[in-house]
C-alpha cells in the first residue's frame, strides 16, 4: 500500500458507522463522510463516459477528466476500506470506434493510488446472438470484434487476506470451486427497472460470497437501482449504496425492501427511505455521443 493510503490508518478515531443506507449523494463527497476503515467490500460499476442517459448525470467527460475524477473517488474508497478489504470494479471495454484500454489505464491508476491487483475476472455476458456489427462481413479487410465481456477488476488494501469469523462463511465447497475459476458465464440483467446498465444479481452474488464474510459491510459509491445493497442484504450483508439520481435511489429503496434473506444469516434492516445528502447538486440531463478529448 502506498504511503498516501496507508496513512489513512484512523481506526482509533473511527466510529460504528450507520449501516444499511440509501443514500442520494455524489459518490466522493459522501465517501468523505463516511468512517475510516469501515467496509469490507466495495463493489461498482462506474459511468463508463460512453454518453449513457442517466436520469441525473452527464456521462460525456473527456478521458482525461474522467480518470481524474475517478482518482479521486478510488481515493476516498481507500479511506474507508478496512486493511484487507476488497474492491471489485466492474468497467466494460469501450466501442469499437473509439477504442480504449479502459481496464488497463483504470488498473494502473488504482495501483498508483496504493491498491493491490487481486485478480481480474472474464464476465461473459453471452450476448453473441443479438450482433449485428460486423465490420468487413467475410473479409480481413476491416473486421469489428465485439466485445462480448466485461471485466470484473479485484483489488485489496494492503493486505491480501481479510480476516473475519469462519463460523460466518457462507460459500459452498462447489461454489467455491466455480466462482475461482475466473472465466463467469451470466446473461446481463434483463429487468433493468429504468435503468440503462442494472447488474444481474448472479454477478454481485457471487462476489460478496467469494470475497467476504456474512456480517461484513458491502458498499456501492455508484450503486443505481441498488443491485448491490439488494444481494447484499438477501445475503446476511450490510450494505451502503451512493447515487446521485433520486429516482435510481428510490427504486433502490424498494428492491432492497423486498429482498428475500438467503440462508441463515444474521437479519440485515431495509431502508426505510432515501438519505439525502448534503450538498447534493442536480445536474442537468444530457443525452450525447461519445466523446473524445
Ligand atoms: C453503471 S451505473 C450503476 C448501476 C448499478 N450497478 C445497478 O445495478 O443498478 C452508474 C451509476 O452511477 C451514478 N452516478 C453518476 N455520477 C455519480 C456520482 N458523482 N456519484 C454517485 N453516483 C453517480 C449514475 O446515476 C448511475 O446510476
Request: charge should be positive.
Amino acid at each position: 500500500m502506498s504511503s498516501k493510503v496507508a496513512t489513512a490508518r484512523t481506526s482509533r478515531r473511527s466510529v460504528a458507522p450507520a449501516l444499511d443506507r440509501i443514500i442520494c449523494g455524489d459518490a466522493r463527497t459522501v465517501l468523505r463522510q463516511l468512517p475510516a476503515e469501515s467496509v469490507h467490500l466495495a463493489i461498482t460499476s462506474p459511468p463508463y463516459n460512453v454518453g449513457i442517459a442517466y436520469s441525473d448525470y452527464s456521462d460525456d467527460r473527456t478521458y482525461l477528466e474522467y480518470r481524474e475524477w475517478l482518482r479521486g473517488v478510488w481515493k476516498a474508497l481507500a479511506r474507508v476500506l478496512r486493511p484487507g478489504g476488497r474492491f471489485a470494479l466492474n468497467v466494460a471495454p469501450t466501442s469499437i470506434k473509439n477504442f480504449r484500454p479502459i481496464h488497463h489505464d483504470l488498473t494502473r491508476d488504482l495501483i498508483e493510488v496504493g491498491f493491490l491487483l487481486r485478480t481480474e475476472i472474464l464476465w461473459y455476458k453471452q450476448t453473441m446472438g443479438r450482433r449485428t456489427a460486423w465490420g468487413s462481413w467475410k473479409s480481413p479487410a476491416n473486421p469489428h470484434v465485439i466485445p462480448s465481456w466485461e471485466y470484473v477488476l479485484v483489488f485489496s488494501k494492503g493486505s491480501w487476506r481479510l480476516e473475519g469469523d469462519r463460523a460466518e462463511i457462507d460459500i459452498t465447497g462447489p461454489e467455491f470451486q466455480r466462482y475461482s475459476d475466473g472465466f463467469w458465464e451470466i446473461a446481463p440483467e434483463r429487468n433493468r427497472r429504468g435503468h440503462p446498465a442494472p447488474f444481474p444479481d448472479e454477478l454481485i452474488r457471487r462476489l460478496i460470497k467469494f470475497y467476504c464474510y456474512r456480517g461484513n459491510v458491502v458498499l456501492d459509491m455508484f450503486g443505481g437501482t441498488g443491485t448491490v445493497a439488494a444481494v447484499a442484504r438477501a445475503t446476511g450483508r450490510h450494505y451502503l449504496s451512493i447515487d446521485t439520481s433520486r429516482e435510481y435511489c428510490e427504486l433502490a429503496r424498494e428492491r432492497v425492501a423486498a429482498a428475500r434473506a438467503e440462508g441463515t444469516g444474521p437479519r440485515i434492516p431495509a431502508p426505510d427511505r432515501v438519505e439525502i445528502a448534503p450538498g447534493l447538486v442536480r445536474r442537468r440531463r444530457v443525452r450525447t455521443g461519445h466523446r473524445t478529448e
